[in-house]
């Protein structure tokens, strides 16, 4: 299979898909989780601190905002967790004491939610990984949301079959934007990181593919961040995910031989 560029013709085997603002709408997912670790802090360790959390992780529940670059959206849960765990220091607490606290509000946090989280597909997913999949190629999620929780989300939604690969936080040691999520995924796939294409939402995914020395880094404006950002570390960008087909084709054109 070859993906057309608007420069040049590369030859793609594999593509690594993020997931939330991808396939999967973002913002809904965000809330689900914020207002279920917002709730668990509540219970954990009181209102007040629970308010403050809001603030420290980037979403304020009331006015239904996110910051894109904030903690909530970009960290991965340990490092989220952290964060939180700050914020209880600086409330008082004891540092173990406030890792402690900041563990058990994440945890119950945890239990409090079930499959698919909050999760919704993006309009004309399940059909496009269907196609995808059908044209014989090898599809992997790279995401900062833990590997239990994507594939236990991912089989709620109807769409874990399609993957080969599935990488997240706790499978490395750096998240993004390090190559290390696509690296892993293409040792699982069986494919060289050249053979393969990176889509995402936000420039993490793109420089994470660029790292890692991929084919090409597809963005797509489905998530947070629109086309302005995107498009100087993107080799294309694209309305949705679901206009990727578009550019796939079997034959090489002679311009690219």
Request: aromatic content about 4%; overall charge negative.
């Amino acid at each position: 299979m070859f993906l057309t560029l608007a420069d040049r013709q590369v030859e793609c085997r594999a593509i690594i898909f993020d997931k939330d603002g991808t396939l999967v709408d973002l913002l809904g997912m965000q809330f689900e989780l914020a207002q279920s670790r917002f709730e668990a802090m509540v219970a954990v360790v009181g209102p007040g601190a629970a308010q403050a959390w809001q603030e420290a992780v980037g979403v304020d529940l009331g006015r239904r905002w996110v910051d894109p670059e904030g903690p909530l959206c970009t960290a991965p849960r340990h490092e989220e967790l952290l964060v939180a765990a700050a914020l209880l220091y600086r409330l008082g607490h004891g540092w173990h004491e406030a890792r402690a606290l900041a563990q058990a509000a994440y945890d119950r946090a945890d239990a409090m939610s079930s499959p698919p989280y909050g999760a919704r597909l993006l309009p004309g997913v399940p059909e496009l990984l269907a196609d995808l999949n059908a044209r014989g190629l090898k599809l992997a999620i790279a995401t900062t949301d833990r590997r239990w929780r994507t594939e236990a989300s991912l089989s709620a939604l109807g769409i874990g079959q399609h993957f080969a690969a599935c990488i997240g936080a706790e499978d490395v040691s750096r998240g993004k934007p390090a190559p290390d999520m696509v690296l892993a995924a293409c040792q699982r796939l069986a494919c060289r990181p050249e053979e393969a294409i990176v889509v995402g939402d936000s420039p993490a995914d793109l420089q994470m593919g660029r790292a890692a020395g991929v084919a090409a880094c597809i963005g797509v404006t489905t998530g947070l961040n629109g086309a302005d950002r995107l498009a100087a570390l993107a080799d294309a960008v694209l309305p949705a995910v679901t206009a990727l087909p578009r550019l796939l084709t079997t034959c090489r054109s002679s311009a690219a031989a």
